[in-house]
T-cell receptor, first 111, second 114 residues
Framework: DTEVTQTPKHLVMGMTNKKSLKCEQH?????MYWYKQKAKKPPELMFV???????INESVPSRFSPECPNSSLLNLHLHALQPEDSALYLC??????????FGQGTRLTVV | AQSVAQPEDQVNVAEGNPLTVKCTYS??????LFWYVQYPNRGLQFLLK??????LVKGSYGFEAEFNKSQTSFHLKKPSALVSDSALYFC????????????FGTGTRLLVSP
């Protein structure tokens, strides 16, 4: 099973809302990632968790708050987002140095 | 810091012809290199990787890539293109020190015409 599952697939939220994106993998991978992708652009790394600890934060604004409750789950908590935060949010997992497997993404629209 | 360049925004090829999508990289030391494909409104699908060993790497759907250390390149190839290969292709790299960062190139749109 090489599946990374992301929910929800689509999300529309107002600028004062709080919402969460969820990601799950059961491949035993010890690294999990959040990427942001704008249309026709490459994925941009946001966060990396390694062994359930935050190891990389690419200077992401604090309105994005990641959480790794256990080795299979990764959340991204959203609060007070701006319209420019509208994008496809991709979760991925990997063994530490190997290829990453991506979920289908959450299409986020901030209104 | 590692980086990847994909010099072509778009590659056009006729069905049945060979295709090449170019990628060059910059890392300190030896790289881990990857190719991914993305269809509209979908996540990224892993195609193939180079970690070590044979410079010619074979992957999914008939794709292959050649690692060239002297030219710091990792071009994606396929002997005979299909219309269904039309998609966005990304090259990506990790370096062996900051391996947790998987960094992507800007992407190349492949358009295969019937």
């Amino acid at each position: 099973d090489t599946e990374v599952t992301q929910t929800p697939k689509h999300l529309v939220m107002g600028m004062t809302n709080k919402k969460s994106l969820k990601c799950e993998q059961h491949m035993g991978h010890r690294a999990m990632y959040w990427y942001k992708q704008k249309a026709k652009k490459p994925p941009e790394l946001m966060f990396v968790y390694s062994y359930e600890k935050l190891s990389i934060n690419e200077s992401v604004p604090s309105r994005f708050s990641p959480e790794c409750p256990n080795s299979s789950l990764l959340n991204l908590h959203l609060h007070a987002l701006q319209p420019e935060d509208s994008a496809l949010y991709l979760c991925a997992s990997s063994q530490l140095q190997s290829e990453a497997f991506f979920g289908q993404g959450t299409r986020l629209t901030v209104v | 810091a590692q980086s990847v360049a994909q010099p072509e925004d778009q590659v056009n090829v006729a069905e049945g012809n060979p295709l090449t999508v170019k990628c060059t990289y910059s890392v300190s030391g030896n790289p881990y290199l990857f190719w991914y494909v993305q269809y509209p409104n979908r996540g990224l699908q892993f195609l193939l990787k180079y970690i070590t060993g044979d410079n010619l790497v074979k992957g999914s759907y008939g794709f292959e890539a050649e690692f060239n250390k002297s030219q710091t390149s990792f071009h994606l190839k396929k002997p005979s293109a299909l219309v269904s290969d039309s998609a966005l292709y990304f090259c990506a790299v990790r370096d062996r020190t900051g391996f947790q960062k998987l960094v992507f190139g800007t992407g190349t749109r492949l358009l295969v015409s019937p």
